[in-house]
């Protein structure tokens, strides 16, 4: 059994699950072998279990390296876990940066297609990813690379060939997608949970077992995914889900109840100037703490800049599409740079929806002190 990646933490667990189901030989690849931290240890593990195992050098998107390790030990089943990330916003992205991600995910993968396509292999299952999917903020370089492994996956089982990819979610105990600050926060704020990796297992075994060419494993919580994604323009890809339906009909139904900026605009029109401020500035530090992951707008101080919160340029589009949503107003890309506090972006809002000239430090002035008072 070939398992790329093999030392990582995906493809520990993969290992331990293979040894544990009667593989006799594992090899564990990685681009540096043996030296890579924790492989002895694993190495042991696995031979504790009656497995032989070798933990081999190879960067698999290195075709002649795979080539040559390939030759001393043909697989009968391969995995390919391997993968690399080098998230940023789309403005950030280069070619190098997508070539970093691309070669160990989608190049190597197609390496182990042409180099084992004569082989009768039981298995050739690939490690891919939700993003490739449902998309993800921040890695388009990881969805491209993940949709060609899984449009591979197709390619193969149209040949008659073994193919299963799997697009996973966020896995706990170290997944690749875990790092236990920004990335995981990210995901949890999008409604992905970190999967027990016993699960995740469980649910990869099953997918074998069923023989799916592209199946999705990953812990999600639909309400919140809704949300988020909607905040930018809905997904199509998911309103299939019948939990989706659920969480699109409630908010039609509150859709329906109200009619989007015209009531927005409305009901700030009945309002005093005071009144109309708090209104907006908390509409702001609602949806900025949502973004930060905080329980609530009294969290987020009313007049200090967003960079100071916490906010990243990922984060301040995340930001800038809620508020739109919110308000109905289609706010430049840069708002939340241009307006760098909840105070001065809410006296934006209230110039745009009003249709009033604001007095930004007037307004700022007076927002500040009334949000003091109320924390």
Not at 57 to 69: E, I, P, S
Not at 87 to 101: C, I, P, Q, S
Not at 212 to 225: G, S
Not at 349 to 360: C, F, Y
Request: glycine fraction near 10%; proline fraction near 2%.
């Amino acid at each position: 059994m070939l398992v790329t990646g093999g030392t990582g933490a995906l493809g520990a667990y993969t290992a331990r699950w293979l040894a544990r189901s009667g593989a006799e030989h594992v090899v564990l690849t990685s681009r540096r072998g043996p030296d890579s931290p924790g492989a002895a240890e694993l190495e042991a593990e696995l031979e504790a279990l009656g497995v032989d195992v070798t933990v081999a050098a190879c960067d698999v998107a290195d075709r002649d390296a795979l080539a040559g390790l390939l030759a001393e030990h043909p697989p009968t089943a391969v995995v390919h876990t391997a993968g690399v990330l080098d998230d940023g916003v789309l403005d950030g992205m280069t070619l190098d940066r997508m070539e970093k991600v691309c070669l160990p995910k989608a190049r190597a993968a197609l390496n182990l297609h042409e180099l084992t396509r004569d082989l009768d292999l039981t298995a050739f299952v690939l490690f891919s990813s939700a993003s490739g999917v449902l998309g993800s903020a921040g890695q388009a370089n990881y969805a491209a690379a993940n949709a060609f492994v899984d449009a591979l996956a197709e390619q193969r089982r149209a040949a008659g060939l073994a193919a299963t990819s799997v697009a996973w979610g966020s896995w706990g105990g170290g997944g690749l997608a875990v790092d236990g600050g920004v990335i995981e926060d990210q995901l949890r704020q999008s409604g992905v949970a970190a999967m027990a990796p016993e699960l995740a297992i469980t649910a990869l075994r099953q997918s074998l077992d069923l023989a799916d060419t592209n199946v999705v494993i990953a812990d999600i919580d639909w309400e919140r995914f809704v949300s988020q994604s909607a905040s930018a323009r809905p997904n199509r890809l998911v309103v299939d889900v019948p939990e989706v339906e659920r969480v699109l009909a409630a908010a039609a139904s509150e859709e329906n109840a109200e009619s989007g900026t015209s009531e927005l605009a409305r009901r700030l029109n009945e309002l005093s100037e005071a009144e109309r401020g708090r209104v907006l500035l908390d509409l702001v530090r609602t949806h900025a703490a949502a973004v930060l992951g905080h329980e609530g707008a009294g969290e987020v101080t009313a007049n200090r800049a967003f960079r100071d919160l916490g906010f990243d340029s990922l984060g301040a589009v995340k930001l800038r599409n809620r508020l739109s949503t919110a308000t109905g107003l289609r706010l430049p890309t840069t708002v939340v740079y241009d307006y760098s506090s909840s105070v001065e972006l809410a006296g934006y809002l209230q110039a745009e929806l009003v249709g009033a000239d604001t007095d930004t430090e007037v307004f700022a002035s007076r927002q500040t002190t009334g949000a003091e008072e109320s924390d």
